[in-house]
């Protein structure tokens, strides 16, 4: 079929996209309104064009939802559960004093908060608790307001596909029927030298006291003191990283990956000699943590790290025996339905929920104030569950409809063998306009799998290329822009931090995109 005549399909399968872009970027509206604005297009693009029975829009739209509910918006809610009483009972307090007390160089100190610590809170929460929290805590310590955001927009890019706990992910293997441990490994081997690479920027722009893009100061200043610290910070994030991807799976990845990286750093920190006084900081004082205060402070965290790694498939008896507690069913009614499988015990956001009421009560959270958090934790995000419903449901209903399939099939026909260089682009577009890894794979992963299958290439190295792109649309979302500013408390200097961080993700998105090709060539 000849590209023009693939045109028009691809054009009408597109308006979902389109119209997400224009009602989140022009009119300015939530995400959660305009989601549901794409669900609507989308079911009745599949009602009219290509002509899908009423039923089966329905049955298509409820695998969607069920999907979405379970294990997506558990996970969600029991991760910012997490947070929340953790900030409740000052555990967040004692954490944050316990990084800030390791350096009194601006650059470091960049690294551990943004990097270090950023990392750790986009692995076990996510949605941007990973971009607000580390801005606040430098912004506190003196850093220029723009800087200080720029600075976690550039370290939260990279690990947002393993964000929440792995829900992007997961989510991603969920809709494509691939193995969640292959493609997480897949996605963590694309994006390993970016691991490496973003503690050398975060560094350079760390070192500028003023936060001015590049006033007097050359690379080798910037880098003078710290280079073999960030290299190390860099190296001791993603080879952990790489090892719990191939082993456990996406759960944990950016959580060990951020630890390991957080002690290494620490370690290289404390062995620093002299801070030149260019890039010293004033720090204040911390108060001595005791042993006991600091296990106390990091229960929920050790204890949804010891659960998800004592069900994984590292202990395979414990994995297998709780594996029986599901439930397989089909629920699209027309031809070739997927088959969801609901796992009722041993799913993440099942343990993090257990962890998080046991380390509520370490930290001396009564009952009620645990209840009371729950609940407003479950105001607090249904703008994002009602977002995840109406996404994973337009998903689905593009998906049975055609209309990725219309989508997927204009892309091959003009890109041919060098789609590769388009996938992740198209995974950053999707993380531009969502402001979300998770939305981004649930609205393109079907595209990427059917141009794989359909060029012959490896479906997870192509799957796994859209994740790998949304590292850079994070960087310059406007919804990540605008928490980021909120958390500093700046406002209407949303253009001034993007005119900084744009060439950054623009040169990452040609990195992805050279990448993506050469891998799968050879």
């Not at 100190?109 to 430098?138: Q, R, Y």
């Not at 890039?279 to 296990?295: G, H, I, W, Y």
Request: with cysteine; net charge neutral; aromatic share 8%.
């Amino acid at each position: 079929m000849s590209i023009a005549a693939l045109a028009v399909p691809f054009v009408l399968a597109l308006l979902p996209i389109i119209w997400l872009v224009v009602a989140l970027i022009a009119l300015h509206l939530p995400a959660w309104k305009a989601a549901i604005g794409s669900f609507a297009i989308a079911c009745a693009l599949a009602l009219t064009w290509w002509g899908m029975p009423v039923i089966e829009v329905a049955s298509a739209s409820l695998e969607g939802f069920v999907m979405a509910l379970w294990p997506i918006v558990l996970v969600i809610i029991a991760a910012v559960f997490t947070y929340n009483l953790c900030v409740r009972t000052g555990a967040m307090d004692v954490i944050g004093s316990m990084i800030t007390s390791l350096s009194r160089d601006r650059r470091v100190l960049a690294l551990l908060v943004a990097w270090c610590f950023g990392g750790f809170m986009e692995g076990m929460s996510g949605f941007g608790t990973a971009v607000a929290i580390p801005a606040g805590m430098l912004a506190a310590l003196g850093f220029p307001p723009l800087q200080a955001v720029l600075v976690c927009l550039v370290a939260n890019g990279v690990p947002t596909c393993f964000g929440s706990v792995g829900v992007p992910t997961v989510s991603l293997a969920g809709l494509t029927g691939l193995d969640p441990i292959r493609l997480a490994f897949t996605e963590m081997l694309q994006i390993a030298p970016f691991f490496v690479i973003v503690p050398f920027i975060i560094v350079m722009i760390a070192a500028e006291p003023a936060g001015e893009s590049g006033a007097g100061l050359g690379l080798g200043a910037r880098l003078r003191g710290v280079g073999v610290i960030a290299l190390a910070s860099g190296v001791a994030y993603a080879l952990p990283a790489l090892a719990v991807a191939a082993f456990v799976g996406p759960e944990l990845t950016v959580v060990v990956g951020s630890l390991c990286s957080l002690l290494v750093t620490a370690m290289f920190a404390r062995r620093q000699k002299t801070v030149e006084p260019d890039f010293e900081m004033s720090v204040d004082a911390a108060e001595r943590v005791t042993p006991r205060r600091a296990l106390c402070a990091w229960s929920c965290f050790i204890l949804i790290f010891v659960l998800l790694l004592a069900t994984s498939k590292l202990v395979p008896a414990v994995n297998a025996w709780i594996a029986q507690f599901s439930s397989a069913v089909t629920i699209f009614s027309g031809a070739d339905p997927s088959t969801v499988t609901f796992m009722w015990v041993n799913t993440p956001g099942v343990w993090i929920f257990i962890a998080a009421f046991a380390g509520g009560l370490i930290q001396g959270a009564t009952p009620r104030v645990m209840g009371e958090v729950l609940a407003a934790t479950v105001k607090q995000m249904m703008p994002t569950v009602i977002t995840m419903l109406a996404v994973l449901g337009c998903a689905k209903v593009m998906g049975y409809a055609g209309m990725i399939g219309a989508v997927s099939s204009f892309c091959i026909a003009v890109a041919g063998s060098l789609f590769p260089l388009m996938a992740p682009v198209i995974g950053a577009i999707g993380a531009f306009v969502t402001g979300s890894g998770t939305s981004s794979g649930l609205l393109f992963g079907s595209v990427q799998l059917q141009a794989a299958e359909a060029l012959g290439m490896d479906p997870y190295w192509i799957v796994a290329l859209n994740s790998l792109g949304v590292g850079a649309g994070k960087m310059i979302s406007p919804q990540t822009l605008a928490i980021g500013m909120a958390a500093v408390q700046v406002a209407g200097a949303e253009d001034k931090l993007l005119s900084r961080a744009l060439p950054i993700a623009a040169i990452f998105m040609a990195l992805m995109a050279v990448l993506g090709l050469a891998g799968a060539v050879l």
